[in-house]
């Protein structure tokens, strides 16, 4: 085969996990399309499949491999190539090369830019890597994107694979990030979301310094950035600083994705979390009084090994006093090499779906409660996408996060397009959705 017939054959990809993952995948098939690819959505239709897997937790792993395998069942509609890349690769390398002979190529995360030189391999056709464009194409609505700033992690949580798997924290260059930023800001993203999985060590391993502000103000200056999201703030690195630049800079939505996983001292301590009950407490309660302005985001684990129900309870009352804006709830997931799996005492499974419930349950009121009194409010929206099904637009403010917060329905008034802001009255709630008219 030449290179030139090459090029004729369609890609298509399966993103799974979390969307710093996804941003990985966006790069590649960014350079596979300014190769000469042409990359379709249905992998029916696809003669190489990329399956980008995440394997941060068991379930993901789970869902990882079914993905493969319905993959490799698409050799029925004409599929030639299947290749399995992300996270699932760095955790269990040897052992899914044996589980899946029939899988082409396992990519590893550190060799993502030499997915041209991977296919060519693959139809023996000559590469020499001569094709890195590093552009990016988005798998997202086509008006907001995420800007990965790092990859890694230093903090070693006692349940989290992360540095096993991606290694230690590692941060891209302003200079790099910013050219991104331009980039997709010339194809018209106006909504920036910034991820790491820590995000406010940003630039501490590259420059001896944190550097987040700093790179918060360059983004904040090209043009046609109009929202920057911050998502994965740690607890301990939220400065009285960064408060204030996020406040007064217009451009940084009032919103703030803090991961503080538990409340109690002994939990906290055994996650090996940096930050304990009483700094947690004046953190948020700071953040309620002094910059109300700023919504709030956070996840939770319930069922840690050893966790007590004095200790749950706990959890539960401050999830009740606390009052955040969204809150993802997780139960502790037993995995392999990190520390907690190691520990004694393991919450039986059917306590920790009990709890999950009892916790997900008490958040939904604090939640119906905050936005019921938004009723009447006058919010800037950016629309996403028109739900062909219900007939209605679909957008959000800047304190709601796209995929994983709370949305406002919007009726059409003849003049409502996707991609733009829009002044809007949130008019009710219900179910677990605004109601929202455009001024």
């Known amino acids: 085969m030449i290179e030139k017939d090459l090029i004729k054959k369609k890609i298509s990809a399966i993103s799974l996990g979390c969307d710093k993952n996804r941003v990985d995948l966006e790069h590649m098939l960014g350079d596979l399309k300014q190769y000469g690819f042409e990359i379709v959505e249905d992998i029916e239709f696809a003669q190489i499949i990329i399956v980008n897997t995440c394997a941060f937790i068991m379930p993901a792993v789970k869902e990882a491999i079914e993905n493969i395998l319905l993959a490799l069942k698409m050799k029925e509609c004409g599929c030639e190539k299947v290749i399995v890349t992300g996270c699932l690769n760095e955790r269990y390398f040897e052992e899914i090369k044996k589980e899946f002979p029939e899988v082409y190529a396992f990519v590893r995360v550190g060799d993502n830019q030499k997915i041209i030189n991977t296919i060519c391999n693959l139809y023996d056709i000559e590469n020499n890597d001569r094709y890195r464009y590093n552009k990016r194409l988005l798998t997202t ?3 907001y994107a995420y800007l990965k700033i790092s990859d890694g992690c230093n903090n070693g949580c006692a349940y989290c694979t992360i540095p096993r798997i991606r290694g230690r924290y ?6 790099e990030l910013v050219k991104e930023a331009k980039e997709l800001a010339n194809n018209g993203v106006k909504e920036l979301i910034i991820v790491a999985q820590d995000i406010t060590r940003y630039g501490e391993d590259l420059y001896n310094k944190n550097c987040l502000i700093e790179l918060l ?5 090209i043009k046609g950035i109009e929202w920057i999201r911050l998502h994965y703030c740690y607890p301990e690195k939220v400065t009285d600083e960064l408060l204030e630049y996020v406040s007064n800079n217009d451009k940084i939505c009032k919103y703030l994705d803090i991961p503080l996983q538990h409340i109690d001292d002994d939990v906290l ?3 090996n979390r940096k930050c304990d009950e009483q700094t947690t407490r004046k953190l948020i309660e700071k953040i309620k009084t002094s910059y109300p302005n700023i919504a709030l985001r956070t996840t939770y684990i319930v069922g840690f090994p050893g966790e007590t129900k004095k200790q749950f309870n706990k959890l539960v009352d401050f999830v009740k006093t606390s009052k955040m804006n969204n809150v993802g709830f997780f139960p502790f997931y037993k995995e392999e090499k990190t520390k907690a799996f190691y520990m004694k005492k393991q919450v039986l499974n059917f306590i920790k779906k009990l709890r999950l419930k009892k916790i997900q349950s008490v958040q939904e009121q604090v939640a119906d409660e905050l936005n019921m009194s938004r009723i009447g409010q006058i919010v800037r929206v950016l629309v996403d996408k028109f739900d062909e099904f219900s007939g209605v637009f679909v957008g959000r403010d ?3 996060s796209p995929e994983v917060d709370f949305f406002i329905e919007i009726q059409d008034n003849g003049n409502v397009e996707c991609g733009k802001f829009y002044n809007v009255k949130i008019v009710d709630y219900k179910n677990k ?7």
């Open 141 to 143: 609505q086509s008006h």
């Open 433 to 439: 959705v605004f109601k929202g008219e455009i001024l």
């Open 170 to 175: 590692k941060s891209v260059a302003i200079d």
């Open 269 to 271: 301590y055994n996650m």
């Open 398 to 400: 800047q304190f709601n």
């Open 217 to 221: 103000d360059k983004l904040s200056k």
